[in-house]
């Protein structure tokens, strides 16, 4: 849609974001009301959602906010429909919204992997699903936020890691099913970012975590997320790991997973050592 022709391409563009009160997600609708575009704010947190709609308003940002479940599709379909009938259509959409979990396998009931797929993958595809016909009508593009989680391994979060896995052979799929409408597809692999998905994580029973979330590495800041985010959109790229402890992770994951794996539990699972 807007390859290769400069940041000015976004202006008057509607662009949807899922997840939208959350870090990342304010970050990205933050950066994309910069360049021009107009943005709907979808999420389930309305005080969240105003607040940041009252920051658009005062900087001269058309906004909606649109109070939304991303796990029910007709939550979904209601969002995109206001978009639409508000700006004409649906140019980029950015499935954002996403939680994950902290506990063993052993110590997680289905359930809590099961919440964990209803938001991070069915809730993508039922964002994807709500805004396709008007995505292939104005050959708009798709980022789905998943994490490198979702081509690699990460112990203490096997739901999670289950989510963004899937929604690899959802995207990949969906790229190659859209290249003659014209429609770009990016999954946008970050490594660890400084939000509050950890406070907000689930434990094994669905409550409060009963270990710490441990990170490795130097979590990069939600703005340099969404900066990567909008240039991937520009460039129409497929797959986007980022920063470059990301793409580290990438090929090392595939050159050696062996070594990826001793290295991931030994810093990651708590109690394996550092």
Not at 188 to 203: D, K, M, N, S, Y
Request: overall charge positive.
């Amino acid at each position: 849609m807007v390859a290769d022709r400069g940041e000015a391409a976004l202006a008057g563009r509607s662009v949807v974001i899922s997840g939208a009160a959350g870090g990342i997600g304010s970050a990205l609708a933050r950066r994309f009301g910069r360049a021009g575009a107009r943005v709907g704010l979808l999420d389930l947190d309305a005080t969240r959602l105003a607040a940041l709609a009252g920051e658009f308003e005062a900087g001269g940002v058309e906004v909606l906010a649109l109070r939304c479940d991303v796990t029910c599709l007709e939550d979904c379909r209601a969002a995109v429909g206001q978009v639409v009938a508000a700006w004409g259509g649906v140019d980029v959409l950015v499935a954002n919204a996403g939680i994950t979990h902290l506990s063993f396998f052993r110590d997680t009931a289905v359930e809590v992997i099961r919440r964990v797929m209803e938001v991070n993958f069915f809730g993508a595809v039922n964002c994807t699903k709500a805004a396709l016909d008007s995505l292939r009508e104005r050959r708009g593009h798709i980022v789905a936020m998943s994490s490198v989680a979702g081509f690699a391994p990460l112990a203490t979060r096997c739901g999670y890691s289950a989510s963004k896995h899937a929604m690899h052979g959802f995207f990949d799929s969906l790229r190659g099913e859209l290249r003659s409408d014209g429609v770009g597809v990016t999954l946008f692999c970050p490594f660890f970012v400084r939000t509050e998905i950890g406070q907000r994580a689930l434990g094994g029973d669905g409550g409060a975590p009963r270990m710490p979330r441990t990170e490795t590495g130097t979590p990069a800041d939600p703005e340099e997320v969404a900066e990567a985010v909008l240039r991937a959109v520009l460039r129409d790229r497929r797959l986007v790991a980022f920063p470059g402890a990301a793409r580290l992770a990438y090929l090392l994951s595939r050159l050696l997973p062996g070594l990826y794996e001793r290295i991931m539990v030994r810093r990651i699972v708590p109690g394996s050592g550092s």
